[in-house]
């Protein structure tokens, strides 16, 4: 009895080894990476100052004048008079005044993987998951995106994180979904925000081979300020980070 119980031991621990080992073996590659950037903006106006005047007076002028004496009853004096002034002004200095802009942190994280067995897909097929994560400037959203693509494709695939689109070619050969769709949308104003995954699979049915790169391709209008009754823009800031290349 006791060899017996042994023996069914032994067989339930070569199953769960053997499970384990499938698991492993369908997820050909796995990735787990986050980009993060703040994003936050400065202009600025110089006032110009005035540079003042100094004091300024008008030429002085000489007056003659009868003065008699009892030697020289016909003498005549000179009397110097100067010219009235002006006070001195003093000058301003220059004054730098600006705007500043601050929309906060916006940070994206992805966790997936590449599997060979996956609902849905055939044996000529991959199976290329990743969860797309979220957090723009206070907002939050999860999308988690599946994409079954042939053996011996090359495909660009890009989805739209704000509007939960994808931009993809009508080519044969693959196919995108995109879940979540429960998930409230996030945006701002002048925020553009895409996740994009270049994906080529080779080799032949039961030992797929390729590659997987995955980037960030966002902007943001930071709009117009004013200061000082001017109008100034605020400019922009592209964010174009890489999240992970892979081969597998």
Not at 8 to 21: D, E, H, P, Q
Not at 69 to 80: A, G, N, Y
Not at 148 to 175: E, F, H, P, W
Request: with cysteine; net charge neutral; glycine share 8%.
């Amino acid at each position: 009895m006791k060899m017996k119980f042994a023996q069914a031991i032994f067989l339930v621990g070569i199953l769960n080894v053997f499970t384990v080992s499938l698991a492993i073996a369908d997820e050909l590659i796995s990735w787990n990476n986050t980009v993060a950037s703040d994003f936050s903006a400065q202009q600025c106006v110089t006032i110009h100052g005035t540079p003042g005047t100094p004091k300024k007076c008008a030429s002085s002028y000489t007056q003659k004048y009868h003065c008699p004496t009892i030697k020289h009853p016909d003498k005549h004096c000179h009397h110097t008079i100067s010219g009235p002034c002006t006070p001195a002004v003093p000058g301003t200095p220059d004054v730098k005044q600006c705007a500043n802009v601050s929309l906060g942190n916006f940070s994206i994280a992805v966790d997936g993987g590449v599997f060979t067995e996956y609902a849905g897909i055939n044996d000529s097929e991959i199976a290329v998951q990743t969860t797309v994560n979220i957090a723009m400037f206070g907002k939050h959203a999860s999308l988690p995106l599946t994409c079954k693509i042939d053996i011996g494709k090359k495909v660009s695939i890009c989805m739209n994180l704000l509007t939960r689109t994808l931009s993809q070619t009508a080519d044969s050969g693959y196919s995108c979904e995109i879940a979540g769709a429960d998930v409230a949308s996030i945006s701002s104003p002048g925020v553009t925000a895409n996740f994009c995954m270049d994906v080529t699979v080779e080799g032949v049915t039961g030992k797929p081979t390729g590659s997987v790169t995955a980037r960030v391709d966002a902007g943001v209008e930071f709009g117009s300020a004013n200061v000082a009754g001017h109008t100034l823009s605020m400019g922009s800031k592209d964010w174009n980070p890489a999240l992970f290349s892979v081969k597998f």
